[in-house]
């Protein structure tokens, strides 16, 4: 699979896009907003910079993925040719749909089609398509260049053939994949949003400062980075939405949003994309 198509050219889009075309495949990188394309790139950019700077990137793989790499503002001529199609756009399950329903009719027939949510049913998503084995998982971690894991899920009307085109192609980028069963958060959400929400709830009961709860995380059990700022990055917003689809399908009140967290979501404060969340945040 030499040939892939991102679609959405958000934090998780991008970062999908960078690491394919890293991995030697041609990328094209598309979003609904023609505006979003080009700052995508520009941040595309600051991490090829980056990556020259820290040592781990040479010029000539830089121009390498400036030749594979390329934003295409129409969604048809972006997944004409692809061999694999990622979506990476809003966690809402009707837009998902529709996403799908024309991607289907958009993409080669033999292509794997593959949706970055990390919480809602892929058999949901899945639906709608005349075609729903084509359908998997491949849930990736912010950041994509930095996290090892993907979450490749299967569902109920998913191929095998599918789930282990998917496997091998997270591994060609470098990727650590497990393959889990299409369930309400899956593994990986379905564990972290739970810390995530109960240091959430220590920081109103005033425990300790976001700082020291991170660190107890960090310091205690070697976690590379605590549950608040990890919800900084990741997005408030990301969060309440996946806090309430778990709550309203898995009915535990352990996935029940705390105040502190719809307060910040309601006044904007969603994290290292608007400077606030639990952190400030400053470029």
Not at 85 to 100: G, S
Not at 256 to 268: A, N, Q
Request: glycine share 8%; net charge positive; hydrophobic share 45%.
């Amino acid at each position: 699979m030499k040939r892939v198509a991102v679609i959405g050219a958000g934090t998780m889009g991008h970062g999908i896009a960078y690491i394919a075309a890293l991995a030697g495949c041609k990328v094209r990188l598309t979003d609904a907003q023609p505006d979003a394309l080009p700052l995508a790139m520009s941040k595309i950019e600051s991490l090829l910079e980056g990556g020259l700077k820290r040592g781990k990137l040479t010029e000539q793989k830089r121009n390498q993925v400036h030749e594979r790499l390329r934003a295409e503002p129409q969604l048809g001529a972006a997944v004409a040719t692809a061999d694999i199609v990622i979506e990476a756009i809003v966690e809402d399950l009707a837009i998902k749909q529709r996403l799908f329903a024309d991607v289907e009719r958009a993409a080669p027939p033999g292509a794997l089609l593959a949706t970055n949510t990390s919480s809602l049913s892929i058999g949901q998503i899945a639906a709608t398509m005349a075609h729903p084995a084509r359908l998997v998982g491949m849930h990736f971690f912010n950041p994509v260049y930095v996290m090892k894991l993907v979450e490749v899920v299967t569902h109920g009307r998913h191929s095998r053939p599918a789930a282990e085109r998917a496997v091998e192609f997270a591994r060609r980028l470098g990727k650590e994949p497990i393959v889990v069963r299409d369930s309400p958060g899956f593994a990986s959400s379905r564990l972290g949003v739970v810390l995530g929400l109960e240091a959430m709830r220590m920081l109103e009961q005033d425990v300790a400062s976001a700082e020291d709860i991170d660190k107890a995380m960090e310091l205690g059990y070697n976690h590379p980075m605590g549950p608040l700022k990890l919800t900084d990055l990741v997005g408030l917003d990301v969060r309440l939405a996946i806090a309430e689809y778990l709550h309203a399908t898995l009915g535990k009140p352990q996935y029940e949003p705390p105040k502190i967290l719809k307060e910040k979501v309601k006044k904007g404060e969603l994290g290292k994309k608007t400077g606030k969340g639990f952190y400030t945040w400053s470029d």
